[in-house]
């Protein structure tokens, strides 16, 4: 079993939805929870990070974590074509060399 | 990518021949890290460094070795190369204190062994 499972979708939605995706993991130890977005033909880029449970909100944008579940989410709001991308959650448990672990990541596709 | 370049982005090689991946950063961050992406497998580490040659293996080290001689170089070698080495590999940086903004990503190497 994998560390940290993604559903590798593939999610269409229309424009204008709210977009869930979601991640579980197996390491307890894991504190620090980040999600990546990732265009086509090009390296991931850091979308939001979070550290230890909660949620943080940045724009449309909301990361959900909830370690007692092992279970950590981001939401997309009025979703826009552009948000068209493969998301990847990430996780890593330590200060230092980080060594992230990734979830399979979502292809997600906001249809106009 | 700001800061952190790849070289070259494209290759084609053949089944054993010996390969190097170039990874050069402006950042001056302290950590560095090679990773392959494949299809049902996402991002896997392959090596990682903390210092000047100073490095570690990852989830799927076989086959690959690394080395870096300078903070700004890490180097990837594929010593002999096999058609399941053909992936894309990312380099990435990060430094000590500024955990919460995980990893900057190069743009990737694409690389097929036939």
């Known amino acids: 079993q994998k560390e940290v499972e993604q559903d590798p979708g593939p999610l269409s939605v229309p424009e204008g939805a709210i977009v869930s995706l979601n991640c579980t993991y197996s390491?307890?130890?894991?504190?620090?929870f980040m999600w990546y977005r990732q265009y086509s033909r090009k390296g991931p880029e850091l979308l939001m990070y979070?550290?230890?449970?909660g949620n943080k909100e940045d724009g449309r944008f909301t990361a959900q974590v909830d370690k007692s579940s092992k279970y950590i989410s981001l939401f997309i709001r009025d979703s826009q074509p552009s948000d068209s991308a493969t998301y990847l959650c990430?996780?890593?448990?330590?200060?230092?060399?980080?060594?992230?672990?990734f979830g399979q990541g979502t292809r997600l596709t906001i249809n106009p | 990518d700001a800061g952190i370049t790849q070289s070259p982005r494209h290759k084609v090689t053949e089944t054993g021949t010996p390969v190097t991946l170039r990874c050069h950063q402006t950042?001056?961050?302290?950590?560095m890290y090679w990773y392959r992406q494949d299809p049902g497998h996402g991002l896997r580490l392959i090596h990682y460094?903390?210092?000047?040659?100073?490095?570690d293996k990852g989830e799927v080290s076989d086959g690959y070795s690394v080395s870096r001689s300078k903070t700004e170089d890490f180097l990837l070698t594929l010593e002999s190369a096999t058609s399941s080495q053909t992936s894309v590999y990312f380099c990435?940086?990060?430094?000590?204190?500024?955990?919460?903004?995980?990893?900057?990503f190069g743009s990737g190497t694409r690389l097929t062994v036939v």
């Open positions: 460094s903390y210092g000047v040659k100073d490095t």
């Open positions: 979070t550290y230890s449970s």
């Open positions: 390491n307890s130890a894991f504190q620090y």
């Open positions: 950042e001056n961050h302290r950590y």
């Open positions: 990435a940086i990060s430094e000590f204190g500024q955990e919460l903004y995980g990893y900057t």
């Open positions: 990430a996780m890593s448990a330590g200060q230092g060399a980080q060594k992230l672990v």
